[in-house]
């Protein structure tokens, strides 16, 4: 019979999670269309690099969908068991709730340890090709596409600005303002009511016919510096757009320097234990300096004066009585202590350039800490979720599909928003960065182990997430 259960568990887990996990890999796919969309269109980008830009993207939706999906497919899986009697038979044989759902177990931390392998490794080089991707997209010359308000400037010697380009005009443009750059510094400027476009010769050529405009310009005939208007009722401009270049890809290793999103854990610690040793050493030069200068010598005037090694002390000790410098003329004294307080005032100024680098490259390591908790906590949501989601799913038995990805999306809005919250405030150095990544783990975590284990011991306790599920059941 625990065979029989243990199949069903296992046969019901596939299918809910294949749906939902395309499901939602549709719903961020759009989403990132609409967003970007218009960085898109108009560059001439061939069907091979929207499809590679799509399938780098898919990477970082695929760290979001997988917990989500596998969240879906435990409560529909452990809700169906619930709904057949299975696990009231399985209670009645006293088969404990973990004997039943191990197989669950395993095979989320099957799923946790192929998610930490992508997080680490696949997700950050996809991340570093989509990024040196969007560079290539964003530094193509995409032809003649104008922006209204904005100065086109791809055509060689010319600027173009339209202060409005009616939609469905056929190529009107309206308020159109011309600048034209001639040979030996000659330049014109041509103003335009309305004009209209015209590209020929497979988009090689362009013709704007301009109308009710006026051209201003060095006059040719004077050798002085004499400027003439000329105003016309049309005016014909031809442009050669065959040195616009299209899109081009770069190598994959010329994608600029990684960040932490990019980068593999094993070069993110490598980088944190580099900063950390960098950190180690700018104290050791710290202390080192002040234990040079805590004694200094006094030079030419013989001796050795014993010196406060901070500027506010030096400060305040001068005017006051100086009994090691008695012996010498007032010159001679005010001279050494001078001396004295700019030597203090540098190493202030050198302690506190080294706290404010030290500072810095902490956060830097904590930056990449944060990203290296995250990485691993997404992952080990999938493990998290299967002691949440067993024991919601047989709190909610014969409940419809709606309320299923209800509750899930309810659970994962509460692990996401807690996550990125602790990483908001790991970043601004407001927590500690490995409480902040793993307090959403911890969080569910503890609620799944005190629901597993209150089903455990009383399964026919009514808490208010079955009371709340009873009043969305279908009836019978």
């Keep these: 019979m625990l065979k029989r259960l243990h199949r069903q568990i296992l046969t019901g887990l596939p299918l809910p999670f294949a749906a939902a996990l395309l499901t939602l890999l549709f719903l961020l796919l759009m989403q990132f269309l609409i967003n970007y969309l218009p960085d898109l269109v108009g560059r001439g980008l061939p069907a ?6 799509i399938a780098y993207s898919l990477a970082y939706m695929l760290t979001l969908a997988v917990p989500m999906a596998w969240l879906i497919a435990l409560l529909a899986s452990f809700g169906r068991l619930a709904e057949s009697r299975g696990y009231l038979v399985a209670k009645s ?3 404990s709730l973990p004997r039943l759902a191990w197989p669950a177990l395993v095979v989320g931390l099957l799923l946790t340890s192929g998610m930490v392998y992508f ?24 032809g003649f596409a104008l922006t209204p308000g904005e100065f086109y400037t791809d055509v060689n010697g010319y600027a173009i600005r339209a202060e409005a380009i009616p939609e469905d005009s056929a190529g009107l443009l309206v308020g159109v303002t011309v600048f034209e750059g001639g040979t030996g510094g000659d330049t014109a400027t041509l103003t335009a009511a309305r004009a209209r476009l015209q590209t020929q010769y497979g988009g090689q050529r362009l013709t704007m016919l301009l109308e009710d405009g006026a051209i201003d310009r060095r006059s040719p005939d004077s050798g002085a510096d004499r400027y003439e208007r000329l105003t016309f009722d049309r005016h014909r401009m031809a442009f050669d757009l065959s040195g616009l270049s299209g899109f081009e890809r770069r190598d994959a290793g010329d994608g600029g320097g990684r960040t932490d999103r990019s980068m593999r854990t094993s070069e993110m610690l490598a980088v944190v234990d580099s900063l950390d040793r960098l950190g180690a050493g700018q104290a050791d030069s710290v202390r080192a300096a002040l234990d040079r200068w805590g004694q200094a010598p006094v030079g030419m005037f013989g001796g050795v004066v014993a010196l406060d090694t901070t500027a506010a002390t030096a400060d305040a000790r001068i005017g006051t009585d100086r009994p090691t410098l008695a012996g010498l003329a007032d010159p001679a004294r005010e001279s050494v202590y001078d001396v004295a307080l700019q030597r203090a005032r540098s190493i202030r100024g050198e302690a506190e350039a080294a706290v404010s680098a030290r500072a810095y490259d902490r ?4 930056r990449f800490r944060v990203e290296i908790y995250k990485k691993n906590s997404i992952a080990l949501a999938c493990l998290v979720f299967v002691l949440i989601g067993v024991p919601l799913g047989l709190a909610v038995p014969r409940a419809g599909v709606g309320v299923v990805a209800a509750l899930a999306v309810f659970v994962f809005l509460f692990y996401w928003i807690s996550l990125v919250g602790g990483e908001k405030l790991a970043d601004r150095e407001m927590l500690p960065p490995e409480v902040g990544m793993w307090a959403a783990n911890a969080i569910i975590g503890v609620l799944g182990t005190y629901l597993v284990v209150r089903e455990a011991r009383d399964p026919a306790w009514r808490d208010p997430v079955r009371a709340l599920a009873g009043r969305f059941k279908r009836r019978a």
């Design 363 to 366: 956060q830097r390591a904590d």
């Design 119 to 142: 997080n680490n490794e696949m997700l950050p080089e996809a991340n570093y090709r989509l990024n040196g991707l969007w560079r290539d997209i964003r530094v193509s010359r995409p």
């Design 48 to 53: 091979v690099a929207v499809a590679e830009l």
């Design 93 to 95: 044989a006293g088969v």
